[in-house]
């Protein structure tokens, strides 16, 4: 069997780029297991405001980018190609956070965007000088995100979900080796920034 070609498919699956609408259904999943769907059009305009923004936006910045020249590889592989991108993206979930707080949606999509703008920037920083995985830093703040969201739930609940995006953290790890996309130490410091900004603006959120 290749397994090439299926770490290829599990890094195209677990792409950043899905991370913010997977956050938002799992919220919208949280409060249905809480609350039933007793407000079922309260989701559509919030999930519209992040596919817009986080999937659609960044797709067609890349695909211009591509047409300019300015980059040689729509899945940008190069760390050099990054840096641009990694800048235009903290700058747009710094915008949205400010945007989800003005039009009244969940709180949680506003801490997930400030999440994503310090993950950005992070990112940003240490492309400077070195490459890292966007993928296991996803992984990893889906891990906590996930987990904490469904804290409230019964302990089974809880525990199923993280214990499926502890697996998911796992496949994409090891499909990001296997592609050689990137060596461990690479993997696990994303991996461990992804968990760690996470956590730490949770934890700010509660302390404000």
């Not at 498919?9 to 677990?14: A, F, K, R």
């Not at 609408?21 to 919208?28: E, Q």
């Not at 079922?40 to 999937?55: C, D, G, K, R």
Request: proline share 3%.
């Amino acid at each position: 069997m290749n397994t090439r070609k299926i770490s290829n498919i599990v890094s195209y699956l677990t792409h950043p780029i899905f991370l913010p609408l997977t956050l938002v259904l799992l919220l919208s999943l949280r409060q249905y297991l809480i609350a039933g769907m007793s407000h079922p059009l309260y989701w559509l305009p919030q999930l519209i405001f992040v596919v817009v923004l986080t999937l659609l936006l960044p797709l067609l910045i890349i695909v211009e980018m591509k047409r300019r020249g300015i980059v040689d590889d729509i899945m940008m592989r190069r760390r050099e190609t990054r840096t641009m991108l990694y800048g235009v993206m903290c700058l747009i979930f710094a915008l949205m956070s400010i945007s989800c707080h003005r039009l009244n949606y969940d709180f949680m999509i506003s801490l997930f965007c400030v999440q994503g703008a310090l993950l950005m920037a992070a990112i940003l920083l240490i492309n400077l000088k070195w490459k890292i995985s966007i993928h296991c830093a996803g992984v990893g703040v889906l891990t906590v995100d996930a987990t904490l969201l469904f804290l409230s739930l019964p302990a089974q609940t809880t525990l199923i979900v993280a214990s499926v995006t502890t697996i998911i953290s796992m496949i994409t790890i090891y499909a990001r080796l296997d592609t050689g996309s990137h060596t461990r130490l690479q993997c696990i410091a994303g991996y461990a920034l992804g968990t760690t900004v996470s956590q730490t603006i949770i934890l700010a959120s509660a302390l404000i």
